[in-house]
């Protein structure tokens, strides 16, 4: 079935220091999500792409949509502490319209 | 302020007790969603309401049901709880136009059986 698999799983950095998550499909994405999970706290959708190569920021946070539409990555540069949180990717299951498949998500820890 | 409501937001429930949350929206999105989370894992989806059309997930265990008795509420009832259905329950909400799919989710409703 789908998959959509994301890497690393936790990530710890320093305050300051950039971060990168991956995200890779089984299959071609007609587009992909990423939210945001703060501790205690319930998934915040940040953006979707659409667009085959598509890159969109939102200040610090930079989102790309890879040209095969099977694979994202968001990088945040600068962390700072309120950075924290789980980022999911998450894709639409091919056989139901608005149904998601979440990636395991990248649990960020920032050290300040 | 359109929003994503749940209730309770804690819930503590005995071993095999039935119990019900529940999820209420203001955003009138015609689709509404339960997921289950466990610690460190990410949302997974039991079912999701189209309007009144409901979708089960095949993975969902039948001791999971849910109504919807309008556009505005949808209910999660566990017929018998199982220690294993400790675990966070998220609404969401999405408008399901062609092309949209962004959800919204509740704050969430954190589930004990004891």
Redesign the interface.
Known sequence: GQQVMQIPQYQHVQEGEDFTTYCNSSTTL??I?WYKQRPG?????LI?L?KSGEVKKQKRLTFQFGEAKKNSSLHITATQTTDVGTY?CAG?NGG?????I????T?LSVKP | DAMVIQNPRYQVTQFGKPVTLSCSQTLNHN?M?WYQQKS????K?LF?Y?DKDF?NEADTPDNFQSRRPNTSFCFLDIRSPGLGDAAMY?C?T?R?D??V????????TRLTVT
Do not use: D, I
């Open positions: 007609s587009n999500q706290g319930h998934p915040v959708f979707q659409v999911f639409p139901s319209q608005g149904n998601l979440f990636g395991k998500g649990k | 689709v969603y460190s894992q990410a949302p989806l999701h189209y979708n998220l969401a999405s399901g062609r092309g799919y962004e959800q919204y989710f509740g704050p969430g």
